[in-house]
Protein backbone atom coordinates (compact mmCIF):
# COMPACT_ATOMS: atom_id res chain seq x y z
CA UNK A 1 0.00 0.00 0.00
CA UNK A 2 1.05 3.37 -0.60
CA UNK A 3 1.80 5.42 2.13
CA UNK A 4 -0.66 7.74 3.75
CA UNK A 5 -1.31 9.95 6.75
CA UNK A 6 -4.00 10.17 9.15
CA UNK A 7 -5.43 12.98 10.66
CA UNK A 8 -7.54 13.26 13.96
CA UNK A 9 -9.73 16.00 14.29
CA UNK A 10 -10.00 16.78 17.96
CA UNK A 11 -10.57 20.25 17.87
CA UNK A 12 -13.84 20.51 19.37
CA UNK A 13 -14.88 21.59 22.74
CA UNK A 14 -17.16 18.65 23.83
CA UNK A 15 -19.54 20.89 25.27
CA UNK A 16 -22.25 17.74 25.52
CA UNK A 17 -20.29 15.48 27.29
CA UNK A 18 -21.06 18.84 30.25
CA UNK A 19 -18.82 17.90 33.47
CA UNK A 20 -16.48 15.34 31.85
CA UNK A 21 -15.13 18.00 29.62
CA UNK A 22 -15.01 20.93 31.85
CA UNK A 23 -11.28 20.35 32.62
CA UNK A 24 -10.06 18.23 29.90
CA UNK A 25 -10.22 18.49 26.15
CA UNK A 26 -13.05 15.53 25.00
CA UNK A 27 -10.46 13.42 23.20
CA UNK A 28 -8.64 12.64 26.96
CA UNK A 29 -12.33 11.83 27.97
CA UNK A 30 -11.75 8.01 29.50
CA UNK A 31 -13.92 5.28 28.59
CA UNK A 32 -12.67 1.60 29.59
CA UNK A 33 -9.65 2.88 30.99
CA UNK A 34 -7.92 4.35 28.00
CA UNK A 35 -8.82 8.09 26.61
CA UNK A 36 -11.00 8.35 23.05
CA UNK A 37 -7.27 10.00 21.57
CA UNK A 38 -5.18 6.58 22.60
CA UNK A 39 -8.16 4.53 20.90
CA UNK A 40 -8.01 7.32 18.05
CA UNK A 41 -4.07 6.33 17.58
CA UNK A 42 -4.28 2.96 17.94
CA UNK A 43 -7.09 2.38 15.26
CA UNK A 44 -4.86 4.28 13.14
CA UNK A 45 -1.50 2.34 13.48
CA UNK A 46 -3.78 -0.88 13.05
CA UNK A 47 -4.53 0.54 9.98
CA UNK A 48 -1.02 1.06 8.60
CA UNK A 49 -0.78 4.97 8.58
CA UNK A 50 2.44 6.41 7.53
CA UNK A 51 1.89 9.37 9.67
CA UNK A 52 -0.21 10.40 11.84
CA UNK A 53 -1.75 14.15 12.76
CA UNK A 54 -3.81 15.19 15.57
CA UNK A 55 -5.30 18.67 14.96
CA UNK A 56 -6.24 20.21 18.54
CA UNK A 57 -8.06 23.25 19.83
CA UNK A 58 -9.86 23.35 22.96
CA UNK A 59 -6.98 22.44 26.07
CA UNK A 60 -4.80 22.15 23.45
CA UNK A 61 -1.30 21.82 25.91
CA UNK A 62 -3.04 19.29 27.80
CA UNK A 63 -3.93 17.47 24.60
CA UNK A 64 -0.72 17.34 23.32
CA UNK A 65 1.16 16.28 26.41
CA UNK A 66 -1.18 13.52 26.39
CA UNK A 67 -0.12 12.55 22.84
CA UNK A 68 3.42 12.87 23.34
CA UNK A 69 3.33 10.16 26.22
CA UNK A 70 1.00 8.23 23.79
CA UNK A 71 3.70 8.07 20.91
CA UNK A 72 6.13 10.72 20.55
CA UNK A 73 5.85 10.59 16.74
CA UNK A 74 2.35 11.97 16.46
CA UNK A 75 2.51 15.57 15.07
CA UNK A 76 0.57 17.90 16.98
CA UNK A 77 -1.42 20.66 14.75
CA UNK A 78 -3.47 23.65 16.75
CA UNK A 79 -6.71 25.12 15.41
CA UNK A 80 -6.40 27.96 17.58
CA UNK A 81 -10.11 29.21 16.23
CA UNK A 82 -12.16 26.23 17.57
CA UNK A 83 -14.64 28.07 19.31
CA UNK A 84 -16.01 29.34 15.89
CA UNK A 85 -14.95 27.29 13.16
CA UNK A 86 -15.80 23.02 12.33
CA UNK A 87 -13.89 20.56 11.17
CA UNK A 88 -12.89 21.39 7.78
CA UNK A 89 -10.83 24.08 9.23
CA UNK A 90 -8.91 22.10 11.63
CA UNK A 91 -8.58 19.71 8.09
CA UNK A 92 -7.11 22.76 7.01
CA UNK A 93 -4.88 23.39 9.28
CA UNK A 94 -2.88 19.85 9.28
CA UNK A 95 -2.57 20.56 4.96
CA UNK A 96 1.15 21.26 5.37
CA UNK A 97 1.56 17.61 7.42
CA UNK A 98 -0.06 15.08 4.97
CA UNK A 99 2.69 12.99 3.44
CA UNK A 100 0.64 10.54 0.09
CA UNK A 101 -3.11 9.74 0.93
CA UNK A 102 -4.83 11.42 3.38
CA UNK A 103 -6.88 9.43 6.05
CA UNK A 104 -9.46 12.02 8.19
CA UNK A 105 -11.45 10.73 11.58
CA UNK A 106 -12.72 12.37 14.00
CA UNK A 107 -11.43 11.80 17.67
CA UNK A 108 -14.15 10.33 19.46
CA UNK A 109 -15.38 6.96 17.80
CA UNK A 110 -13.90 3.90 19.36
CA UNK A 111 -13.21 1.07 16.62
CA UNK A 112 -12.81 -2.14 16.91
CA UNK A 113 -9.32 -3.33 15.35
CA UNK A 114 -10.97 -6.33 13.90
CA UNK A 115 -12.40 -3.94 11.11
CA UNK A 116 -9.07 -2.20 10.36
CA UNK A 117 -8.43 -5.08 6.88
CA UNK A 118 -11.70 -4.30 6.13
CA UNK A 119 -11.00 -0.53 5.52
CA UNK A 120 -8.05 -1.13 4.40
CA UNK A 121 -9.09 -3.02 0.90
CA UNK A 122 -10.52 0.22 -0.01
CA UNK A 123 -8.56 2.59 -0.10
CA UNK A 124 -8.59 3.47 -3.35
CA UNK A 125 -9.84 7.06 -5.04
CA UNK A 126 -12.42 9.03 -2.74
CA UNK A 127 -14.22 6.70 -0.25
CA UNK A 128 -16.62 6.75 2.95
CA UNK A 129 -17.57 4.23 5.26
CA UNK A 130 -20.67 3.49 6.74
CA UNK A 131 -23.59 0.93 7.58
CA UNK A 132 -26.82 0.38 6.63
CA UNK A 133 -29.77 1.90 7.27
CA UNK A 134 -31.29 -0.71 9.30
CA UNK A 135 -28.21 -0.82 11.57
CA UNK A 136 -28.58 -0.06 15.39
CA UNK A 137 -25.59 1.80 17.29
CA UNK A 138 -24.47 4.48 19.11
CA UNK A 139 -24.08 7.68 16.96
CA UNK A 140 -26.09 6.13 14.15
CA UNK A 141 -27.19 9.60 12.84
CA UNK A 142 -25.10 10.94 9.38
CA UNK A 143 -27.62 9.76 7.00
CA UNK A 144 -26.67 8.72 3.32
CA UNK A 145 -28.33 8.77 -0.06
CA UNK A 146 -26.30 6.67 -3.01
CA UNK A 147 -26.64 6.96 -6.30
CA UNK A 148 -27.59 3.66 -8.77
CA UNK A 149 -23.76 3.11 -8.66
CA UNK A 150 -23.51 3.30 -5.05
CA UNK A 151 -21.30 6.76 -5.20
CA UNK A 152 -22.20 9.37 -2.83
CA UNK A 153 -25.44 11.61 -3.37
CA UNK A 154 -26.39 13.46 -1.15
CA UNK A 155 -25.08 13.49 3.12
CA UNK A 156 -27.17 14.94 6.21
CA UNK A 157 -28.27 14.06 9.73
CA UNK A 158 -31.66 15.51 8.44
CA UNK A 159 -32.12 13.67 5.50
CA UNK A 160 -35.25 11.60 5.47
CA UNK A 161 -35.15 9.33 2.26
CA UNK A 162 -31.22 7.91 2.31
CA UNK A 163 -29.94 4.35 2.23
CA UNK A 164 -26.66 4.36 4.72
CA UNK A 165 -25.16 6.02 7.81
CA UNK A 166 -21.55 7.52 7.92
CA UNK A 167 -19.39 6.70 10.50
CA UNK A 168 -16.23 9.58 10.12
CA UNK A 169 -14.16 7.60 8.24
CA UNK A 170 -12.60 9.33 5.11
CA UNK A 171 -9.97 8.15 2.35
CA UNK A 172 -8.61 10.03 -0.43
CA UNK A 173 -5.65 8.73 -2.98
CA UNK A 174 -3.11 10.93 -3.34
CA UNK A 175 -3.67 12.83 -6.08
CA UNK A 176 -7.58 13.60 -4.81
CA UNK A 177 -6.57 14.98 -1.66
CA UNK A 178 -6.06 18.33 -3.45
CA UNK A 179 -9.55 18.04 -4.60
CA UNK A 180 -10.76 17.52 -0.84
CA UNK A 181 -8.82 20.11 0.66
CA UNK A 182 -9.32 22.97 -1.77
CA UNK A 183 -13.08 21.86 -2.42
CA UNK A 184 -13.32 22.55 1.72
CA UNK A 185 -11.47 25.94 0.83
CA UNK A 186 -13.74 27.10 -1.74
CA UNK A 187 -16.76 26.43 0.47
CA UNK A 188 -15.18 28.70 3.89
CA UNK A 189 -14.49 31.20 1.10
CA UNK A 190 -18.16 31.04 -0.18
CA UNK A 191 -19.52 31.30 3.76
CA UNK A 192 -17.10 33.72 4.36
CA UNK A 193 -16.75 31.94 8.03
CA UNK A 194 -15.41 28.75 8.90
CA UNK A 195 -18.56 26.88 9.48
CA UNK A 196 -17.90 23.90 7.03
CA UNK A 197 -17.51 20.19 7.64
CA UNK A 198 -15.78 17.44 5.83
CA UNK A 199 -19.20 15.97 4.45
CA UNK A 200 -19.84 19.60 2.88
CA UNK A 201 -16.41 19.64 1.25
CA UNK A 202 -17.47 15.77 0.11
CA UNK A 203 -20.61 16.73 -1.09
CA UNK A 204 -19.35 20.04 -3.07
CA UNK A 205 -16.73 17.25 -4.68
CA UNK A 206 -19.60 15.42 -6.19
CA UNK A 207 -21.19 18.48 -7.22
CA UNK A 208 -18.20 19.20 -9.19
CA UNK A 209 -18.45 15.91 -10.94
CA UNK A 210 -16.13 13.98 -8.71
CA UNK A 211 -16.79 10.32 -7.47
CA UNK A 212 -16.99 9.20 -3.68
CA UNK A 213 -17.74 6.26 -2.73
CA UNK A 214 -19.21 4.53 0.05
CA UNK A 215 -18.36 0.98 1.46
CA UNK A 216 -20.63 -0.89 3.51
CA UNK A 217 -18.50 -2.04 6.44
CA UNK A 218 -21.41 -4.04 8.06
CA UNK A 219 -22.42 -4.54 11.70
CA UNK A 220 -21.36 -0.84 13.33
CA UNK A 221 -18.76 -2.38 15.38
CA UNK A 222 -17.68 1.24 16.78
CA UNK A 223 -19.27 3.87 19.39
CA UNK A 224 -19.30 7.36 19.05
CA UNK A 225 -19.00 9.62 22.26
CA UNK A 226 -20.96 12.46 21.91
CA UNK A 227 -23.21 12.86 24.96
CA UNK A 228 -23.64 12.06 28.28
CA UNK A 229 -25.84 9.09 27.00
CA UNK A 230 -23.52 8.20 24.64
CA UNK A 231 -20.53 7.85 27.29
CA UNK A 232 -22.51 5.68 29.65
CA UNK A 233 -23.25 3.41 26.99
CA UNK A 234 -19.39 3.26 25.47
CA UNK A 235 -18.21 2.24 29.09
CA UNK A 236 -21.06 -0.45 29.79
CA UNK A 237 -20.34 -1.78 26.18
CA UNK A 238 -16.49 -1.34 26.77
CA UNK A 239 -16.96 -3.29 30.33
CA UNK A 240 -18.97 -5.98 28.72
CA UNK A 241 -16.85 -6.36 25.85
CA UNK A 242 -19.63 -6.54 23.78
CA UNK A 243 -19.55 -6.97 20.10
CA UNK A 244 -20.07 -3.29 19.15
CA UNK A 245 -16.15 -2.47 21.04
CA UNK A 246 -12.69 -1.97 20.30
CA UNK A 247 -12.06 -5.76 22.41
CA UNK A 248 -8.74 -6.03 20.58
CA UNK A 249 -7.68 -2.56 21.83
CA UNK A 250 -8.38 -3.37 25.11
CA UNK A 251 -6.38 -6.36 25.40
Not at 153 to 166: A, I
Not at 175 to 180: F, Q, R, T
Not at 214 to 225: H, L, N, R, S, T
Request: charged fraction near 30%.
Amino acid sequence: MNKFTAVILAAGMGSRLKHLTKDLPKPLVEVGGKSLIWYAISWAKSLGVSKIVVVGGYKFELLKEAVNLIDSSVVMVENEEYATTQRMVSLLKARGEVEGGLYVRDADYIFDTSLANKFKKYFDGTVIFGTGKDSVGVGLDMKVKLDDDGNLLDMSKELTDYDYFFCTQVFSEEKKVSILLQAGEDLIKEKGDGMVHVEDALLKMVKDGETVRFIDVGAPKWVEIDTIEEYERANELVSNKGENVAVELLQ
